[in-house]
């Protein structure tokens, strides 16, 4: 633990996050217990994807039909819901919600630099998730279900995109840095 | 043997149970680990907070020692466990673009379900993002499908790049990440704490840490000391339940059911030939390729019969049978699909499909102390060239041999494991 999160955590009296190597070493044993009874690891992107075709085939469901990416996923009868994906999504918001709860995090506010307005982050946020699911389509799968569990398996695609992502982000982080800081 | 399909284990309620508790875990994990603060992913990117680099990496790390001992101890078979396929630019590409949505945005995917999970706005706006880029995707897919497929190289792993033991690979990858954890501690010094470079503290001291990492190179050393299943191994593994399909000769396939299916067009055929180079080049079938036992043991070679279309069937064979059922058990080990043993061998084919007068006779064998001989003698060697023989079908209608035989080929299909983000 350093000390700004000492001192943020004074301010706003949530417990202080754990050590990030604990964190990451129980991630690795979720990861690890995922493909132990499961064969495959996490994921959260593709589970997004089926919810919101799920959401466009209530609206417009010849429209999911004739488009073929569409389809796939919720195309004639088939319920994009039932997916063992968008089980480990609801699993996922629990588990954030709880541990939210329980240390004393779960509360309504927006995450932003000093120098932007919460709208502005809103609007930021949007785009950038925008930008982020359209890639994460193109490189089939996000940062948990393609880097982090392609990884941990040594797949050359999963190591070849986790590097981009590092190097489309300090790319542009200097262009970026009002936003945050 | 894991790892297992829970669905098929459970059933479907039982197994979306125990996936919805992996979700738990992971959501909980990311959120304790301040994955749901945006302002904390972002830092990363500037040098003054690297949570996420060390969580991630540690997370690789630690499933990936976990996964890949176990399987040197045999407790996992690493060939039924989903590997993401490598597409390899489309991902470069996607993961260039995620890094600039990272910046932007100040999460990804999974981490903004849990911003949202913990009430915090901007991951709600970010998830909302996610849908909508996912959506313009899926409309615009069709516009570059030649380039979303492109580069496929299918389940392809580092050892498989680098040529190296897979236990190696483990082992650089740990101490890869053990040396960028050490300059991750002093770039927060230096940039997150602004400590001045002579007063950071180069040597680590916290002994938890050290005795973390000497714990996983221990680990990792002995994935490389153990090494991976062999062939062999992995047929004690599926021993009892294939055995029986030897016993009862259910994939053993009569020359006349060969001769079919290599003039399906609906089946694409891939004879192999176990023989030596002598026998091979006296007389083999129409497209047959001859295959060493090495070959048999090369992950390369048995990679290249697995990432084959559905309606591929593999027949191996040899002058009798002793060797074809050995390559038969190390192909099944390996987890190649569809395989089956030519009934007989060359030996048979060649008395139920003669060659012409002259060029090959019959020789008796008295006591055959090497099944393995080829029982005919050659005046020249004719490979498949001699076509009747070769390939009986293609000079003659199947019924002008007048054949009985039962039908063995069944197709089956690969399981297809999907990964969390499909």
Request: charged share 15%; glycine share 10%; with cysteine.
């Amino acid at each position: 633990m350093n000390n700004s999160q000492v001192q943020s955590s004074k301010k706003r009296k949530p417990k202080p996050y754990i050590n990030p190597y604990l964190g990451g070493a129980l991630l690795g044993l979720v990861l690890f217990l995922a493909y132990f009874f499961t064969s495959a690891g996490l994921g959260a992107s593709g589970a997004i994807s089926h919810v919101q075709v799920a959401l466009l085939d209530v609206f417009f469901p010849h429209h999911v039909d004739e488009v073929g990416y569409f389809a796939e996923m919720a195309g004639g009868k088939v319920n994009p819901l039932d997916s063992s994906g968008v089980m480990m999504l609801i699993g996922t918001l629990l588990g954030g919600a709880l541990s939210g709860l329980i240390h004393g995090r779960l509360k309504i506010e927006t995450r932003k630099g000093p120098n932007i307005s919460n709208k502005k982050r809103w609007i930021f946020a949007f785009i950038g998730g925008a930008i982020m699911g359209y890639g994460a389509r193109m490189a089939r799968g996000c940062t948990s279900g393609q880097a982090l569990s392609g990884g941990a398996v040594l797949s050359v695609g999963s190591w070849a995109f986790m590097f981009s992502i590092f190097i489309g982000g300090y790319a542009l982080a200097y262009f970026f840095r009002k936003v945050w800081n | 043997m894991a790892p297992f399909d829970i669905i098929a284990l459970l059933g479907k309620s039982l197994g979306y149970m125990v996936y919805l508790l992996i979700g738990v875990g992971f959501g909980a994990v990311l959120e304790m680990s301040g994955f749901g603060d945006s302002r904390k992913l972002s830092a990363q990117f500037y040098l003054k907070d690297m949570t996420v680099l060390k969580v991630m990496f540690t997370a690789i790390v630690v499933a990936m020692v976990l996964i890949f001992s176990f399987s040197s101890m045999q407790f996992v078979d690493f060939s039924r466990v989903y590997v993401n396929p490598t597409y390899l630019i489309p991902g470069i590409l996607g993961g260039l673009i995620m890094g600039i949505g990272f910046v932007i945005g100040g999460f990804c995917p999974g981490t903004s379900i849990v911003a949202l999970s913990t009430l915090k706005v901007d991951g709600f706006m970010f998830a909302i993002g996610v849908a909508f880029g996912g959506y313009v995707f899926g409309e615009s897919v069709s516009l570059f499908q030649g380039f979303q497929n492109s580069t496929y190289m299918g389940r392809f792993i580092l050892p498989e790049l680098f040529g190296i033991s897979t236990g190696l690979t483990v082992l650089l990858i740990v101490l890869m990440a053990l040396v960028m954890f050490y300059w991750a501690e002093i770039s927060e010094s230096f940039f997150g704490k602004k400590i001045s470079w002579n007063d950071i503290p180069k040597l680590p001291k916290n002994i938890v840490k050290i005795i973390a990492s000497a714990l996983l190179v221990f680990v990792a050393l002995f994935t490389l000391i153990s090494g991976q299943p062999t062939p062999e191994e992995r047929w004690n593994w599926i021993k009892n339940k294939e055995s029986k399909n030897l016993v009862q000769r259910s994939v053993f396939v009569h020359p006349g059911e060969l001769a079919e299916v290599m003039n399906d067009t609906l089946f694409y055929s891939t004879l192999l030939d176990v023989r030596n180079e002598t026998d091979y080049n006296l007389f083999h079938l129409d497209n047959a390729k001859r295959v060493t036992f090495s070959n048999l043991h090369d992950p390369a070679y048995i990679k290249k019969l697995i990432d084959v279309p559905d309606n591929t069937v593999v027949v191996v064979m040899s002058n009798n049978e002793t060797d074809a059922v050995k390559a038969w058990k190390l192909l099944r080990a390996q987890g190649v699909m569809n395989v089956y043993i030519l009934d007989g061998g060359i030996n048979r084919w060649l008395k139920i499909f003669p060659l012409k007068p002259g060029i090959a006779t019959p020789i008796t064998v008295e006591a055959k102390a090497d099944n393995e001989i080829l029982d005919y003698r050659f005046t020249k060697s004719v490979g498949d060239t001699i076509l009747i023989a070769s390939n009986p079908f293609t000079e003659m209608k199947p019924t002008d041999f007048k054949l009985q035989f039962d039908r063995k080929v069944k197709m089956k299909k690969k399981k297809v494991i999907t990964g969390g983000c499909g």
